[in-house]
């Protein structure tokens, strides 16, 4: 009896350890940026909600970081989410791809802060296009993140009106949005792969391109160009996103904990991006880049020139309706920021 009784006590423990052992849960998180996060905004936002996650459940998640593309470039990696073979990743650009309405973050000139985007995208219209996003991908978008402002750089003029863009060859990303930007100005819009685009400036293929002012810097395209222009054309939107039956196969708690700390660390994400933002400018001002600062008159000439024709593309794609709430909601996000701090 006794043998029996050590021998039920040993299973007892294996199966109690086996069960353990199936607790944890793997989480996959993909992103394509560098894995320093003193220099990207996607590492440091991903091992922070992977420290959040990890010491919060008890262990019951554990949370693996693959940067750097390690599981793939960013449309490998949001396909790998939506097939569920990757459970959740960081992304931008390409997310337009699977769901066009994520395009209209990309309106020129729609966001005059980092501020109001904040305001918009955490608020009533966010909410409302991670619904949407959920509903036609089977994907969930847990959190939004900051790209950062595009600025122009070029080699030939400062660039102070949409006039001084008349004529210059403009390296882009091969996407609509900015090709109608750029025609509408009389600009020569030219899509380049990133990695070629600082050869192609330097040997004259193209005279200038548009990027944030980090991408600028690893990039080393100060190397090439001589004047920038802040005018923050367009707002980038990084959304975090996860698989929708692994969410939903989560716990009630481990669910809650998940969306707890992906949004604390997409404002991780923003802090970091808006200090690189701000260091780099003195970066490139030391490089001897010539920095000009557009007047709000200057930036409404741009806004008026820009805007109209890339709306209208978008109208073709996405419900007008959509767009319509958008600029409403940056425009109610102005009014009530100015009205409490007491502006008119």
């Known amino acids: 009896m006794k043998k029996l009784g050590i021998v039920f006590l040993v299973l007892v423990l294996s199966v109690a350890t086996v069960f353990g052992q199936a607790k944890v849960i793997e989480l996959k998180l993909a992103h394509a940026d560098s894995t320093d996060p003193t220099v990207s ?22 949370v693996t970081v693959y940067g750097a593309g390690a ?14 073979t990757v459970e959740a990743g960081i992304a931008s650009g390409v997310l337009s791809s699977f769901f066009p309405p994520a395009g209209i973050t990309d309106i020129p000139y729609l966001f005059p802060s980092s501020k109001i985007a ?24 847990l959190a939004f993140a900051e790209v950062g402002f595009r600025h122009f750089t070029n080699n030939v003029r400062p660039i102070k009106s949409p006039a001084d863009l008349k004529g210059l060859k403009i390296r882009v ?14 600009a020569n819009p030219t899509p380049i792969a ?15 391109q548009e990027n944030p002012v980090g991408s600028i810097l690893s990039g080393k395209l100060y190397e090439v160009q001589k004047y920038m222009t802040l005018d923050g054309h367009v707002y980038g939107v990084d959304w975090f996103i996860i698989n929708e039956k692994f969410f939903r196969s989560l716990p009630a708690d481990l669910q809650y904990i998940i969306l707890d700390s992906a949004q604390i660390s997409s ?29 709000e008159a200057e930036m409404e000439q741009f806004r008026k020139a820009m805007q ?10 996405v419900d ?10 940056v425009s109610d996000a102005v009014a009530q920021q100015k009205a409490k701090e007491g502006l008119k």
């Open 71 to 84: 599981l793939g470039a960013e449309r490998e990696y949001v396909e790998g989410i939506r097939a569920g």
């Open 173 to 186: 990303m091969e996407t609509p949005v900015y090709v109608n930007m750029l025609k509408a100005v009389g």
């Open 118 to 141: 904040w305001e918009v995208m955490d608020g009533p219209f966010g909410d409302k296009l991670r619904e949407m996003f959920l509903q036609q991908t089977g994907m969930r978008c």
């Open 41 to 62: 905004r996607k590492q440091a936002q991903a091992l922070t909600f992977a420290a959040l996650v990890n010491s919060r459940s008890g262990g019951r998640i554990k």
């Open 320 to 329: 007008p309706k959509l767009i319509d709430e958008l600029l409403k909601a």
């Open 308 to 317: 109209p024709p890339v709306i209208d593309y978008l109208k073709t794609r």
């Open 194 to 208: 990133w990695t070629e685009t600082y050869t192609a400036l330097q040997t004259g293929v193209v005279d200038g």
């Open 267 to 295: 404002t991780v994400s923003r802090g970091v991006m808006n200090y690189l933002n701000a260091a780099g400018l003195d970066q490139l001002a030391a490089a001897k880049v010539q920095i000009y600062s557009p007047s």
